[in-house]
Every structure is written in structure tokens, then in C-alpha cells.
């Protein structure tokens, strides 16, 4: 079954700290994930795609095949970076995203 | 360019009542999306369309309907609204399936409760 799995509801960090939003999926063939995150009082948006490879805002994250992970991580966490981040599975049949519960940073000063 | 939007962004309903939540977008997507939000959940797709005329189910149909006549209107129905339904309901479009990597852009939502 395709699903994705977020384990934290929270993570609460202090500014500068490191962070890393765990994702975890599982799905048959090949993956194409993604980290969308919602600011508060904006909609959902897209933060990054596995394939582009790329650091948005100072966050990367790497897809692991072999531990079917996704995790996203920045090395020092900023105030703005407070957010609800869902990580989602570009797997499912309709081609919808399939995706995980949420994950609530709270980044204190 | 407006991007998806959706109307409205609060409604309150008693049960057995009808509505239709609207969302348009301005981008010439043709794939577009209808999904769920319960508290404490993932998103979970309700219909979803790829391209004008036509739509299908998606994980959780029952007690909606869509209509796609244009490219850019992808309207929800609740029919004889219930409990079960109150949600936060999240209209989302694409150029392409998001199997190939592509974006979805989503609208503000509408927080939809059914007393």
C-alpha cells in the first residue's frame, strides 16, 4: 500500500538549532516526493521535489531508497521557519499526492 | 495570476443541507483536485479531474459530486451535508500528474462545519 508517514505531530527546536522533519513512505516503484509546507494563515505550498535537488531556504533533503526515507533537514533553524511541513508521495493512482499526517515546527527565539 | 482560489472560506451548515464550494484557477492546469483535511489527518482526495469533462473518485467520493465544464471551474457538491463532513476541503491543480514531479498548487481552503 502507498503511504506516508510523518512521526512527529511537533517538533519544537530553539533558533540555531538543527532540525529534521522525518518522512518515511512506502510505494512499489519509483518515488517522487515532496516537502509542501503551510505557513500560518497561508495556504499550502510547495518547498521542494526530490528530483530537483535543490536547498530552498536553507532546508534539503535527500530521498534514502533503502530506508524508503525522505527526511528534511536544515542545519540552523530560524523563528520564520515555523510551519506545519507535509511530506507527500507523488504515487498515487489518479496522480494525486498521497500525504503524511503533518509535521508542527516551532522554532522558539 | 490569482492562482487557484476558493469560495468561500467558512460555512457553517445544518445537516441535510446542500452546498457547493467553488474553485477556479487561472493557470490552464489540466489536472485539478479536490481534497480533505480532517483534524490531526493528512490531506485525503475526495475527486479529482484531468481535464475538462472529465472526472473521477478519488479515495473518499461518498457524498460529493464535480463537474468539470471548463478548464478552469472544478466545483464540489455536498449533498444532503453530515457531521462526518465537516472538514477543511482543499482545491489543488497541475499541469501534470504528480507521479512525473510536477507542482500542485492548492487554494486557501474552505472550513466547512456541519451542525
Known amino acids: 500500500a502507498q503511504r506516508v508517514t510523518q512521526p512527529e505531530k511537533l517538533l519544537s527546536v530553539f533558533k540555531g538549532a538543527p532540525v529534521e522533519l522525518k518522512c518515511n513512505y512506502s510505494y512499489s516503484g519509483s518515488p517522487e516526493l515532496f516537502w509542501y509546507v503551510q505557513y500560518s494563515r497561508q495556504r499550502l505550498q510547495l518547498l521542494l521535489r526530490h528530483i530537483s535537488r535543490e536547498s530552498i531556504k536553507g532546508f534539503t533533503a535527500d530521498l534514502n531508497k533503502g530506508e524508503t526515507s525522505f527526511h528534511l533537514k536544515k542545519p540552523f533553524a530560524q523563528e520564520e521557519d515555523s510551519a506545519m511541513y507535509y511530506c507527500a508521495l507523488g504515487g498515487g493512482s489518479q496522480g494525486n499526492l498521497i500525504f503524511g499526517k503533518g509535521t508542527k515546527l516551532s522554532v522558539k527565539p | 495570476n490569482a492562482g487557484v482560489t476558493q469560495t468561500p472560506k467558512f460555512r457553517i451548515l445544518k445537516i441535510g443541507q446542500s452546498m457547493t464550494l467553488q474553485c477556479t484557477q487561472d493557470?490552464?492546469?489540466?489536472?485539478m483536485y479536490w481534497y480533505r483535511q480532517d483534524p490531526g489527518m493528512g490531506l485525503k482526495l475526495i475527486y479529482y479531474s484531468v481535464g475538462a469533462g472529465i472526472t473521477d473518485k478519488g479515495e473518499v467520493p461518498n457524498g460529493y459530486n464535480v463537474s468539470r465544464s471548463t478548464t478552469e471551474d472544478f466545483p464540489l457538491r455536498l449533498e444532503l451535508a453530515a457531521p462526518s463532513q465537516t472538514s477543511v476541503y482543499f482545491c489543488?491543480?497541475?499541469?501534470?500528474?504528480?507521479?512525473?514531479?510536477?507542482?500542485?498548487?492548492f487554494g486557501p481552503g474552505t472550513r466547512l462545519t456541519v451542525l
Open positions: 493557470m490552464n492546469h489540466n489536472y
Open positions: 489543488a491543480s497541475s499541469s501534470t500528474s504528480g507521479r512525473t514531479g510536477n507542482e500542485q498548487f
